[in-house]
T-cell receptor, first 113, second 115 residues
Framework: SAVISQKPSRDICQRGTSLTIQCQVDSQVTMMFWYRQQPGQSLTLIATANQGSEATYESGFVIDKFPISRPNLTFSTLTVSNLSPEDSSIYLC????FGYGYTFGSGTRLTVV | AQSVAQPEDQVNVAEGNPLTVKCTYSVSGNPYLFWYVQYPNRGLQFLLKYITGDNLVKGSYGFEAEFNKSQTSFHLKKPSALVSDSALYFCAVISTGDSNYQLIWGAGTKLIIKP
């Protein structure tokens, strides 16, 4: 299965600033997924990122708030913009390499103060 | 609408006893079913999956799950629980009837194994 390196593992950010999260995969993948997870809660899909095209956002998530880059088949970034305390959460990237299973990054725990 | 239900927020089991974490699903096509585990302050780890074939699926750390089509269930089981199994467990499903092949997640079940 794929190995994902996700950075940073945690950060504390000021209101109004932005945080960019990076995910690097050790193999080429078509789709990368970005999730948000409140501690102890289930996962909510933010968007799906395909290389060479704009990300597809789920209902309730917009590109201006969560811009995503996918410059190649092994890398993606998610930026959480104009931070507010409500953005405090865990953010996870995920890939599906072989079609039937998903691998996750270790997560980024964001605290907005 | 496609959905996954994990009816128990928390399951408490004594160490050495068998454990079951329940999952039921509702999808329009055939299901691909998954179990993931999340240890405190860690990412999600894949445990096992059912795609086709034998209804009993064996996965990591001694866990297994049984696909029951008539009951639309995919309960996670382990014959003898360890304290180290304490974690948050998620069931997820993909429907072959969904062209996006999007993972649908259960709410999660907190498993507590007491020594």
């Amino acid at each position: 299965s794929a190995v994902i390196s996700q950075k940073p593992s945690r950060d504390i950010c000021q209101r109004g600033t932005s945080l960019t999260i990076q995910c690097q995969v050790d193999s080429q993948v078509t789709m990368m997924f970005w999730y948000r997870q409140q501690p102890g809660q289930s996962l909510t899909l933010i968007a799906t990122a395909n290389q060479g095209s704009e990300a597809t956002y789920e209902s309730g998530f917009v590109i201006d708030k969560f811009p995503i880059s996918r410059p190649n088949l092994t890398f993606s970034t998610l930026t959480v913009s104009n931070l507010s305390p409500e953005d405090s959460s865990i953010y996870l990237c995920s890939v599906d390499v072989f079609g039937y299973g998903y691998t996750f990054g270790s997560g980024t725990r964001l605290t907005v103060v | 609408a496609q959905s996954v239900a994990q009816p128990e927020d928390q399951v408490n089991v004594a160490e050495g006893n068998p454990l079951t974490v329940k999952c039921t699903y509702s999808v329009s096509g055939n299901p691909y079913l998954f179990w993931y585990v999340q240890y405190p302050n860690r990412g999600l780890q894949f445990l096992l999956k059912y795609i086709t074939g034998d209804n009993l699926v064996k996965g990591s750390y001694g866990f297994e799950a049984e696909f029951n089509k008539s009951q639309t269930s995919f309960h996670l089981k382990k014959p003898s629980a360890l304290v180290s199994d304490s974690a948050l467990y998620f069931c997820a499903v993909i429907s072959t009837g969904d062209s996006n092949y999007q993972l649908i997640w259960g709410a999660g079940t907190k498993l507590i194994i007491k020594p």
